[in-house]
């Protein structure tokens, strides 16, 4: 397994540990490729029935690589099976538990989104501020942090990228569960292990279950997904907002519409 993405076995608890931590564990198609191997490691393995995902050092994660946005990779990283990070799209059987050990923005915020349980730092905090670099949280963002918390909410933390500490997520239902910065790992395993008191095919049956509620409206919201972003992806603003804040300058729009 390629390092950007460590795997490590704890009884049956696979633990994904995101390790980009120089990069904030910004993801690049290289943990895209990585991340898609080791859930499908996971999935494969009889051995294995519950994981956990986490970042290297005090992030969870960054979001998308801009750099990589920059040269071209964008639509590698948020395409192919699974979709972004080859995850958030991805057919699972088995119950993975984001255990958010540090800012979880952008992109990073969509991955803990897309787990089926989250354990968070009381120090952490998510957010979806792609409007500010002229892009959207195109990995399903807006639609699943509707559902987690109230719309009202969601619509403001969406439209102005402003952040949610993990002590507001917690009030509203998003993070099952708090946890001291040096222990949100241990606080994940216990909430695996009591996963893991129950009967494996009774788990897989209810996550179906659960999912297939709002499979159908998910899949029309993909669709949509996909049409917007596409629009904006060829904007003028998608190009200007990665490279101000790669260059650390403040971004000028006004040139928006199709890219030319």
């Not at 690049?28 to 994981?51: G, K």
């Not at 990070?85 to 992109?107: E, W």
């Not at 807006?142 to 987690?148: G, S, V």
Request: hydrophobic share 45%; proline share 5%; net charge negative.
């Amino acid at each position: 397994m390629n390092d950007t993405v460590l795997y490590e076995m704890r009884g049956a608890i696979a633990i994904l540990t995101l390790n980009r931590p120089e990069q904030r564990n910004a993801v690049n198609i290289e943990l895209t490729q990585t991340l898609r191997r080791a859930l499908a490691r996971f999935e494969a393995d009889p051995e294995a029935r519950i994981a956990i995902l986490t970042g290297a050092g005090n992030v969870f994660s960054a979001g998308m690589d801009l750099r990589a946005f920059l040269e071209g990779d964008g639509e590698s990283i948020l395409g192919g099976d699974g979709h972004f990070a080859g995850f958030v799209r991805a057919s699972r059987t088995k119950p993975v538990i984001a255990a958010v050990n540090g800012p979880a923005l952008a992109g990073g915020c969509e991955l803990a989104l897309a787990c089926d349980l989250i354990v968070a730092s009381e120090t952490a905090f998510f957010g979806l501020p792609e409007p500010a670099i002229g892009i959207f949280a195109g990995a399903g963002g807006p639609f699943r942090l509707a559902r987690k918390i109230p719309p009202g909410k969601a619509m403001e933390l969406c439209l102005t990228g402003d952040r949610l500490s993990a002590q507001e997520a917690h009030g509203y239902g998003m993070v099952n569960c708090l946890a001291a910065p040096d222990a949100v790992l241990d606080a994940a395993v216990a909430l695996a292990d009591r996963i893991l008191r129950n009967a494996p095919l009774s788990i897989a049956a209810t996550l179906e279950l659960m999912r297939a509620a709002n499979d159908l409206a998910e899949r029309e919201l993909w669709a949509l997904n996909q049409r917007l972003w596409a629009d904006v992806v060829a904007s003028d603003d998608a190009r200007e907002g990665p490279s101000a804040f790669v260059q650390k300058r403040p971004p000028e729009w006004g040139r928006g519409g199709s890219g030319s």
